[in-house]
């Protein structure tokens, strides 16, 4: 028996990096996973990974994934996913709002296109998803909504920004972090747990490695399958709530308790 055994799980941008890692993990655990991202063809992205790769990895291992392509910058495709995984395997017990397009690009340089784009992905569609999958969670009393972060939320130092241009990414991941808490608060004492979660160090998945942000051999670098496990922590393992968690430190907190 798995912690997340008869669970059904949404994890969004599951096609590769953490949010594969996360899909993998929740199915390990029991739960079936609605494995989603743009990315079906291979050969139409520059970076490596699939939701049906993700599917076949899940299954191979003697787990339970669907794939569920989903542009989730479209409102429409939004509410299709939600209905499909409602109607294929059930009401979503867990939401993992992973999905994210970044551009590091200096403020003065970002395009009004790009910046609309990074805010609907990484901050609009998760409060749409979360409202989508809110009332099945209310009228059964349980469920887990996490939100992937970063510490690019964290205010920068005047003289040494760590991430150039990372002023819009970190923007989007402070209100994804200020929605987590506010929403915990709202839904306090419904049975729901709302949580946000961030790498203690960059994490090497396609698409930081195709930014620059880390190398494959970097001794710091904090391997995904350490956001999987903090991520299963908060998603059925404990009954934290409104959590603005890092990932190496909330397990630590976790086993010394």
């Not at 299963?232 to 630590?252: K, N």
């Given at each position: 028996?798995?912690?997340?055994?008869?669970?059904?799980?949404?994890?969004?941008?599951?096609?590769?990096?953490?949010?594969?890692?996360?899909?993998?993990?929740?199915?390990?655990?029991?739960?079936?996973?609605?494995?989603?991202?743009?990315?079906?063809?291979?050969?139409?992205?520059?970076?490596?990974?699939?939701?049906?790769?993700?599917?076949?990895?899940?299954?191979?291992?003697?787990?339970?994934?669907?794939?569920?392509?989903?542009?989730?910058?479209?409102?429409?495709?939004?509410?299709?996913?939600?209905?499909?995984?409602?109607?294929?395997?059930?009401?979503?017990?867990?939401?993992?709002?992973?999905?994210?397009?970044?551009?590091?690009?200096?403020?003065?340089?970002?395009?009004?296109?790009?910046?609309?784009?990074?805010?609907?992905?990484?901050?609009?569609?998760?409060?749409?998803?979360?409202?989508?999958?809110?009332?099945?969670?209310?009228?059964?009393?349980?469920?887990?909504?996490?939100?992937?972060?970063?510490?690019?939320?964290?205010?920068?130092?005047?003289?040494?920004?760590?991430?150039?241009?990372?002023?819009?990414?970190?923007?989007?991941?402070?209100?994804?972090?200020?929605?987590?808490?506010?929403l915990a608060a709202e839904v306090h004492g419904d049975g729901?747990?709302?949580?946000?979660?961030?790498?203690?160090?960059?994490?090497?998945?396609?698409?930081?490695?195709?930014?620059?942000?880390?190398?494959?051999?970097?001794?710091?670098?904090?391997?995904?399958?350490?956001?999987?496990?903090?991520?299963?922590?908060?998603?059925?393992?404990?009954?934290?709530?409104?959590?603005?968690?890092?990932?190496?430190?909330?397990?630590?907190?976790?086993?010394?308790?």
């Open positions: 028996m798995g912690v997340l055994d008869g669970k059904v799980a949404i994890v969004t941008g599951a096609s590769r990096g953490i949010g594969a890692a996360i899909a993998r993990r929740f199915a390990a655990e029991g739960a079936t996973v609605a494995v989603t991202a743009r990315t079906v063809d291979p050969a139409r992205t520059r970076l490596p990974g699939t939701i049906n790769e993700t599917v076949a990895h899940i299954e191979a291992a003697g787990g339970r994934a669907r794939a569920y392509a989903a542009d989730l910058s479209d409102p429409a495709a939004r509410v299709s996913l939600v209905r499909a995984v409602t109607d294929d395997l059930g009401p979503a017990d867990v939401l993992v709002n992973n999905a994210a397009v970044t551009y590091f690009t200096p403020v003065a340089d970002f395009t009004d296109r790009r910046y609309a784009l990074m805010l609907e992905v990484q901050v609009t569609a998760p409060f749409h998803l979360t409202r989508l999958v809110l009332p099945e969670m209310r009228a059964r009393g349980r469920g887990w909504i996490l939100n992937i972060s970063s510490l690019a939320s964290r205010h920068p130092a005047l003289e040494r920004n760590h991430l150039p241009g990372g002023t819009v990414y970190g923007m989007c991941k402070a209100a994804l972090e200020r929605f987590t808490t506010g729901i747990a709302v949580n946000s979660l961030a790498p203690n160090r960059v994490v090497p998945t396609p698409g930081t490695l195709f930014h620059g942000l880390t190398t494959e051999d970097d001794p710091n670098a904090e391997p995904p399958e350490v956001m999987a496990d903090a991520a299963l922590a908060l998603c059925g393992g404990t009954d934290l709530s409104g959590r603005v968690a890092l990932s190496q430190d909330l397990l630590t907190e976790l086993a010394e308790r």
